[in-house]
């Protein structure tokens, strides 16, 4: 069956689309654009990148084989089994993985605001559907503010929504004692009131919002954190500051891998794929001193870089 889709991606005109097509995460859009830029200069084609989520770029991915499905999809988090059930069942069968580095999720408001620190107990106690549901932040805790609760978070199309409920919102439902009466989907859903405002994929939006208005939270990835630290600062999280040493060594309690995946099907035949790879992992990129370490992207651990370099060089699909 994979050899019959991929004689009939080959055979569609190639005139159709001769320029590499990316979907996918927010949070990995900002890296993926500079590379896309510089393999561009390169080659004179530079790949057209849609930021449409985690979630909604692995619909757009798993869809189908041939020039009418993007080659890659980017994810600030690893693809899910049922994703993996939906490639197969288009026929979209060898999936190469590519770890691009790490990042940390902010919880991050206005620079000329008081800078907070928050468990994610608080968190969950302010952000939970199935919780108290306080107005105040006082309320959450008598050691916090008497502020109200406003918080921008992303959408359910986001990888970063998905970190934030693995990392967050269902540690906090254990401490608060509600993870065996809620249960995981009860537990990860967000209030539907003023209190939490679902912000949408455009990260950059958010950050105007955060710096205008001193009592919004925001939730995103620490490269928006690290280029708009003028306007902005992160909390801590159970003492601990957003960096990029706490992130590297998941010190920073909302730490996460990034990835983008790629059709193993379109290699070869969509041109630039493999050069696009290439340099995304090379040295000049994601090395310690790699331009994307400048974007804020977190390094990875030297023996996880060979490990991805060498499924990128053998083209070394994930298992299925």
Known sequence: MLAALTASLVALPLQARDTIQIVGSSTVYPFATVVAEKLGKKTGKTPVIESTGTGGGMKLFCAGLGTGHPDFTNASRAIKSSEKKLCASNGVTDIIEIIVGNDGIA?????????????????WTAMAEHGPKPSTWKEVDSSLPDMPIRIMAPPPTSGTRDAWNSLIMKTGCKKAGKYDELGKKKCNSFREDVAVEEAGENDTLIVKRLAADPQYFGIFGFSFLDQNRDQIQGSTINGVEISLDNIKSYKYPISRPLFFYAKKAHVGVIPGMREYMNEFVSDSA????????????VPLETSTLSKVRSNVKNLNPISM
């Open 107 to 123: 919880f991050a408001n206005s620079a000329s605001a008081n800078r907070m620190n928050f468990t994610p107990l608080q968190l």
């Open 286 to 297: 994601v090395g310690e001193y790699g331009y994307l370490m400048d974007r804020g992207l």
